[in-house]
């Protein structure tokens, strides 16, 4: 179902250029277009679960069907926790609850949440809202929710003006802060993608070896220049910069320079 079923073309270019009149310093059409999308399909997210069981606190509102109860108390813990733990990273608070659902099947969530054709994933982030599968009454999986959280916190610390392997190798850097657990920490690489190749279609590439490739990215940013460092870089995209202008305002290095960097740092261990 679009999600602009009910939100005329008309009524989105009024939005649009009242917007634009209404904010004379500098304009992102780009950043805009995409928090005015992001918001309907959020709504739209939601409205499919209307009827379903709702449970709800100052961080987060939790959608479920009723037989998925005993999922809720710990995604609400992880939630707290998660939220505190980013909290020390990015020193970001969200301005509105998140709103999680939880999918009883997996299917429905993989079409609704845009999943692409990787490996089948317990939970996913998209467009304000993160979607979870319980399967069969599971324990939540560890660093899930934080994982999610993370893009969801980058998202709107960027206003979506940010490159697929920077959110997913900060979710993984972390999954590896909290947990101590490392992505693909057995698997080793002779090469790499080169920084072009990963700001292709980033999902279509090798799933273990982009993953990789950004977490150890990310984290040499984090060793080398601190959070400071990544804060500054997400700073930097939400004035909607490239990755290259990016990075190299926020730590003073070209960006394909900080790549060769991060895995040289990781083949020489």
């Known amino acids: 179902m679009s999600v602009f079923r009910s939100i005329s073309k008309t009524a989105v270019i009024i939005l649009l250029l009242m917007t634009m009149l209404a904010n004379p310093v500098k304009y992102n059409s780009r950043v805009f277009i995409y928090s005015l ?5 959020r709504a739209s997210f939601t409205r499919e ?7 709800e606190d100052d961080e987060m509102r939790l959608l479920y069907e009723g037989k998925h ?5 710990p995604v609400a813990y992880d939630v ?29 969530m993989s079409h609704i949440m845009a999943l692409g054709s990787g490996s089948p994933a317990l939970g996913a982030y998209y467009c304000g809202t993160i979607g979870i599968h319980d399967p069969k009454g599971a324990p939540v999986k560890q660093g899930l929710i934080l994982h999610e959280l993370t893009h969801y916190i980058i998202d709107y610390m960027t206003s979506g003006n940010v490159p697929a392997w920077f959110t997913e190798g900060a979710a993984l850097y972390e999954e ?36 990789k490739e950004s977490y150890l990215v990310v984290k040499y940013i984090v060793q080398n220049y601190g959070m400071e460092g990544v804060r500054k870089i997400i700073a930097n995209f939400k004035e909607g910069d490239a990755t ?7 730590l003073a290095i070209d960006a394909d320079a ?12």
């Open 80 to 108: 707290e926790t998660a939220f505190d733990k980013l909290f020390e990273d990015f020193q970001y608070i969200p301005k509105d609850k998140v709103d999680i659902i939880i999918y009883p099947d997996y299917e429905e």
């Open 49 to 55: 679960y209307v009827d379903s069981h709702e449970a």
């Open 244 to 250: 290259h202008a990016a990075v190299k305002d926020a």
């Open 176 to 211: 590896y802060r909290v947990y101590k657990r490392e992505w693909a920490k057995s698997m080793d690489y002779s090469d790499f993608y080169s920084l072009k190749e990963l700001e292709g279609d980033f999902y279509k590439l090798d799933e273990i070896k982009a993953y």
């Open 37 to 41: 999308y992001k918001g309907f399909a």
């Open 258 to 269: 900080l790549f060769d960097k991060a895995l040289e740092s990781e083949k020489a261990k």
């Open 69 to 73: 109860s005993d999922f809720v108390k």
